[in-house]
């Protein structure tokens, strides 16, 4: 069973800092998605890496894959309260079902 | 388009009672998934289907039945709840087991 770790497990920041959270596993997977879920909803797709050492930017978020395609990290610039919400990450095996981290629950304060 | 709806949003059973969860997707997904929701354990997969009439177990299948007897339509059963099975549970589908998974707004069920 392919295991992912997410950390920091919770966060609280005010608006305008930056921060970063990451996504480790000592498994290998192809392809690595990341999710935000809002309170009393389901999780949405922000963004699917590939290549090792890709970089993906989402206006300020930017999210990188690992060279060894073991492990992300997820960096939000200038948070804004708007950003506020559970942070999951999915990894994808080879023919195997993506499986989900725990999830980051990140606050971002006014 | 509605994307995935699941119903109900609420439920509470008691223990030994059945239940089914429906989803439908409107996206002419082939890939769909049961999964369910805990605090600090993420989404954990209990059943999913590559297709029509096709279904498979997850990583937490036990204590639950699926069918897929039509491509837009997911059933997840309950034959006789137990208070573990407490959960928030989503559906989701996709095109294919690499794209996006599209979800639901989840089923919150309580098992007393």
């Known amino acids: 069973t392919q295991l992912l770790e997410q950390s920091p497990q919770f966060l609280s920041i005010q608006e305008g800092e930056n921060l970063t959270v990451y996504c480790n596993s000592s498994s290998v997977f192809s392809s690595l998605q990341w999710y935000r879920q809002e309170p009393g909803e389901g999780p949405v797709l922000l963004v699917t890496?590939?290549?090792?050492?890709e970089v993906k930017k989402l206006k300020r978020l930017t999210f990188q894959f690992g060279d060894a395609r073991k492990d992300s990290s997820l960096h939000i610039t200038a948070a804004q309260p708007g950003d506020t919400g559970l942070y999951l990450c999915a990894g994808g095996g080879y023919g195997q079902n993506f499986v989900f981290g725990p999830g980051t629950r990140l606050s971002v304060l006014p | 388009n509605a994307g995935v709806t699941q119903t109900p949003k609420f439920r509470v059973l008691k223990t030994g009672q059945s239940m089914t969860l429906l989803c439908a997707q409107d996206?002419?997904?082939?890939?769909m998934y049961w999964y369910r929701q805990d605090p600090g354990m993420g989404l954990r997969l209990i059943h999913y289907s590559v297709g029509e009439g096709t279904t498979a177990k997850g990583e937490v299948p036990d204590g639950y039945n699926v069918s897929r007897l039509k491509k837009q339509n997911f059933l997840l059963g309950l034959e006789s709840a137990a208070p573990s099975q407490t959960s928030v549970y989503f559906c989701?589908?996709?095109?294919?087991?690499?794209?996006?998974?599209?979800f639901g707004p989840g089923t919150r069920l309580t098992v007393l």
């Open positions: 996206m002419n997904h082939e890939y």
């Open positions: 989701a589908s996709s095109y294919g087991s690499y794209n996006e998974q599209f």
């Open positions: 890496v590939v290549t090792g050492g």
